[in-house]
């Protein structure tokens, strides 16, 4: 730099056009942005019309992931498996009590991985092997886990399951492609990342014979976006702020109300 | 006061088990690497050269495993736009892996761990 003197006068005019230019980036910021890019995002969510669901129905859509998947049908206890299953209704929503309504054990939910908006899980990871996709996709990359379980401790929804023994073993026949997981790595639910890839919609939601509605639901006239848009709806521990994108239909409640 | 004699016996010493190898393999004949086995359909091109392939698969496979686990990528420009995918694109045809894989990785002592996982029908062993 050489010794080149700014007047005063100068540098007040410098100042304020860069104060009104400030002022005025986020009318023009748009132009400034390269095409195609922000705009248009995608977060993928699911609506669940869980009083259509047998128990039965949600035995049939556990299957067909688990046997998508290639997800081992563990035994013993503490160590299972799973991607998707059914769980009672006081295990769900355990803050909801209904003392007279019918039994609430007897009620069945599919649960899976809520691909929240701030994942806890991803936040613990030590080696980002887990991760929030831009679509919305809580991500596994197995390659990269190191087993520390941190995200099960972490996740309020006990949707991780650990491979305490080599899942092959309890595999009687390892179907499609799907690769499996290996010993000591951490598994889920991860919205059939491959079949999105595909433009197909996830194994549950074929299963559920329509109960389950799959769609992004940064989209306003998307089917979910509709659904949730016309029903009360809850989302599981949602006063955690983990912001689940798996949304349960009260269908009904407005009638009772 | 110096002990230069126990010192001599422990630098001999020293020296004998350091270089150890060498003499307990003076006069063994080395391994010949094993030919790696080719099988490709016919007419199918592979999307790099043989000679490429042998120096840069590992880190190929692994740029590869990042980009479309990571970052959802699924084509690969460097590659003439070739859809990324180990077992789509190169066990499909590489059918072998026992003379493909791990003829090599035997020799070389390398364990990689894809097949842990991966278990399309060119990955079985």
């Known amino acids: 730099m050489s010794g080149k003197k700014i007047s005063r006068r100068r540098f007040l005019g410098l100042g304020g056009a860069i104060l009104a230019g400030t002022a005025l980036l986020p009318a023009f910021g748009a132009a400034l942005l390269p095409p195609g890019g922000g705009g248009q995002s995608v977060r993928y969510g699911m609506v669940v019309d869980w009083r259509r669901l047998t128990a039965e129905d949600i035995a049939r859509m556990s299957r067909a992931c688990h046997e998508g998947h290639n997800v081992p049908a563990v035994t013993e206890p503490g160590h299972e498996v799973k991607w998707l299953w059914g769980e009672s209704f006081d295990r769900v929503f355990p803050e909801w009590e209904a003392p007279y309504a019918e039994d609430p054990r007897a009620l069945s939910l599919p649960v899976l991985c809520n691909h929240c908006e701030s994942p806890p899980c991803c936040r613990v990871c030590p080696t980002e092997a887990t991760f929030k996709r831009a679509d919305g996709v809580v991500m596994m990359d197995y390659h990269r886990c190191i087993g520390c379980r941190f995200c099960m401790a972490a996740c309020p929804y006990g949707a991780r399951s650990f491979n305490f023994t080599d899942p092959r073993r309890y595999l009687d026949e390892i179907r499609g492609d799907y690769p499996t997981r290996a010993l000591g790595v951490v598994e889920k639910c991860d919205f059939c990342e491959e079949r999105l890839r595909l433009g197909l919609e996830p194994l549950c939601a074929e299963a559920s014979g329509g109960a389950v509605v799959f769609g992004d639901l940064a989209d306003p006239d998307s089917a979910p976006r509709r659904l949730l848009a016309a029903n009360f709806s809850l989302r599981r521990k949602a006063e955690l702020g983990t912001g689940p994108n798996v949304h349960y239909l009260w269908r009904g409640v407005e009638a009772d109300a | ?125």
């Open chain 2, 1 to 125: 006061m110096m002990k230069e004699k126990e010192i001599m016996i422990g630098l001999i010493f020293f020296l004998a088990l350091f270089t150890a190898p060498f003499w307990l393999n003076v006069g063994n004949s080395v391994t010949a690497a094993p030919e790696v086995v080719i099988s490709a359909a016919a007419g199918e091109e592979c999307l790099f050269s043989a000679a490429e392939m042998r120096e840069r698969h590992m880190q190929i496979l692994d740029e590869w495993r990042t980009v479309s686990v990571r970052e959802g990528k699924t084509l690969d420009l460097s590659a003439g736009g070739a859809h990324i995918g180990f077992e789509e694109n190169c066990l499909t045809c590489h059918a072998n892996r026992e003379e493909f894989c791990d003829a090599c990785h035997a020799y070389t002592a390398v364990n990689p761990d894809c097949w842990d996982c991966h278990h399309s029908a060119g990955a079985k062993s």
